[in-house]
């Protein structure tokens, strides 16, 4: 083995202890073997089956039941079905079970219909941003269906109290995820109105204790306890014993310097010497996960004799359905399966058959700082709560072994205990819009006074003050200073007006559209400089995580590629180009592998395009091309991002750029056509930061535009900033 490894004293816990709670249900479970068995006898031995009782019973009793349990005991796939057989989806209602992640929405969506023998669609159907696969055409026959938290947001919008809902299951709660903490703040208000509805909150570790204390409430509400339909206010908390054998863990000696290649020999040692059972890596993101899949793949053809066995599958969100398919299918008999995993396989779904996990200790998180208002999604070091649910992977279907690639002192000493809730780590400038339109006209949920907004109607919206978004109950509060600098933006995006409320129609459109509130704004704005065409088409390519292929070795071809589409104006541009060049070639795969662009990521902008203009069209744009005017478009652009706009440091030789709200030190990425290019003014989409601050995405602008994109915001807070 390239690492010395020393084994680690301690054995992950399974589930945090949890008494003296409200209600604890908890009865060990025997563990099962594992071989080839029916669907329905899969189903009896989960460890959540022997809970079927007691959870129906709990839901039917109290508004919300807290749900604990390990990965792979059930809780997803199971609860849902529980309910339906309970008849809970009874009279034309639903049952809703939301996810943080689009992959884990799709998977168990097709896994629950395939344990029930419907077709997904049908009886089970899922929907995620830009895919709907329910029944909504012929006859509304969905009974389950699996979304994710963000789209349950939006369905707010048209129905504010979620009616068509009879238990919604906010899932893998632990996550933390920005969208389910709102979403958590704003369906305790709906509960409030709705006393039939009931809430489960599952998720594989959590303070069950204060995810409880959210949602109890001291407040009398219409009705007695006990009678019908009106159940206990006080959360009930069940937690459900796993079946997780023993684990051993193993610690690097000394710290690795390059993790993925850390990564690839630990996989070919364990493949060496270690017994049959697949193995789970977890890296950080695709590109560091396609890296390792390649160096597996040179290293198992030049090593002759592991050669045959390993079968390496990456696993992240950006995969087509057929590759994420693979991931779940069985593989020949005699050979092993490696799976190179984002943090999505730690909790949000289970494969079986894993008997080693290797850990890099990283995963790609979101950082933000409301001082700089930079907000970075960086590569950190995972939480302890992370690297043991990591660990409890190996032990699903008999004892394993875990390889960390860090010392035991650094776990012991350095981790933290618990990861921080995305919410305090976020702009928020999505989430103030997703919280204010759930809660518009929902609104009237407000029996407390604490989210004060009075009104009813769209056309009639009032005030939604400052005091009270600062001031929103949400699971975990998130800070006054990314508070306000989100409500600036939106106020200079002109979708905010001064007391904070919706404008109309420009907030409540933006609203509308399922992006970012920048992009939103872009679109809005392509509509009178008349370019709705490209921007909807940037739009949906920037939605996309990337159109190029890319393949370590070749960077140069890809760059020679890239130069074929080039725009002096800048990236946006560039994508117009190679949109325009995919279907002029009639959408050609072959197109696509001669320019290193990626096939599936076109087919599916094309998609989204299709789904963006029908909702630019629902709110009124006129579709209209600007033909070959970039200016216009670079306008649009510059009208939602203006607050991305940098300036190129005078005398700067190395092309440090400073952006113009806060003065920070920003550098146009490799990537970028503009790269060394560096025009005097740019505004960047996104900001990537590793030994420095890169811009991702760059358009040139005049800087006179965005005084008149948003004369508040720059001529209050940076009057000197721009030249006039
Ligand atoms: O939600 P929880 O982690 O408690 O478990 P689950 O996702 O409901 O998984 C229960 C069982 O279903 C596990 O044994 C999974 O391996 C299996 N499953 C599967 O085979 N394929 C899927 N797409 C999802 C779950
Ligand atoms: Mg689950």
Known sequence: MAQFWKPGTERP???????????????????????????????????????????????ETHATTIVVGETGSGKTTQIPQFLKEAGWADGGRVIACTQPRRLAVQAVASRVSEEMGVKLGEEVGYTIRFEDLTDRVTQDSTRIKFLTDGVLLREMMEDPLLTKYSVIMVDEAHERSISTDVLLGLLKKIQRRRPELRLIISSATIEAKSMAAFFHTSKKRRGLEGEDCVPKTEPAILSVEGRGFNVQIFYVEEPVSDYIQAAVSTVMSIHDQEPMGDILVFLTGQDDIDAAVRLLTEEAQNNRKSSS?????????????????????PIPRGKRKVVISTNIAE??????????????????????????????????PI?????????????????????????????????????????????????VIQGCSGALEGCLLNMEGILDIRVGRRDKLKALGIDNILGFDWPASPSPEAMIRALEVLYSLGVLDDDAKLTSPAGFQVAEIPLEPMVSKMILASNQLGCSEEIITIAAILSIQSIWISVRGQQKDLDEAKLRFAAAEGDHVSFLNVYKGFLRSGKSPKWCNKNFVNYQAMRKVVEIREQLKRIAQRIGIVLKSCESD???????????????????????????????????????????????????????????????????????????????????????????????
């Open 383 to 431: 939480s302890k709560a992370s690297a043991r649910q990591r660990a409890g992977r190996a032990g699903r279907v008999r004892p394993g072994k875990c390889y960390r690639l860090y010392s035991e002192e650094y776990f012991v000493k350095e981790m933290s205990a618990e990861g921080i809730p995305e919410m305090q780590r976020s702009n928020l400038v999505s989430c």
């Open 630 to 724: 970039m200016q216009v478009v670079r306008k649009a652009v510059t009208a939602g991002f203006f607050a991305n706009a940098c300036n190129l440091e005078a005398f700067s030789h190395n092309g440090m750029y400073k952006t113009i709200r806060s003065s920070q030190e920003v550098y146009i990425h490799p990537s970028s056509v503009l790269f060394r290019v560096n025009p005097k003014w740019v505004i960047y989409n996104s900001l990537v930061s590793t030994d420095r601050q890169y811009m991702r995405n760059v358009i040139s602008i005049n800087p006179s535009w965005l005084i008149e994109a948003a004369p508040h915001f720059y001529q209050h807070h940076h009057p000197n900033s721009i030249p006039h």
């Open 13 to 59: 816990p399974l589930l945090d202890d949890d008494e003296g709670g409200i209600l604890l249900y908890s009865a060990s479970s025997s563990s099962s073997g594992y071989g080839y068995v029916s669907i329905e006898k899969q189903r009896q031995r989960l460890p959540v089956f022997k809970y079927r009782m007691a959870i129906l019973y709990l839901v």
């Open 347 to 380: 909790t949000s779904l289970t494969l079986e058959g894993v008997s080693y996990v290797v850990d890099s200790g990283f995963s790609k998180q979101r950082f933000y700082n409301p001082i700089s208002d930079i907000e970075n999604l960086v590569v950190a």
């Open 309 to 329: 066995g390993l079968v390496v599958l990456p696993l992240y969100s950006g995969l087509s359905r057929a590759d994420q398919d693979l991931v779940f299918s």
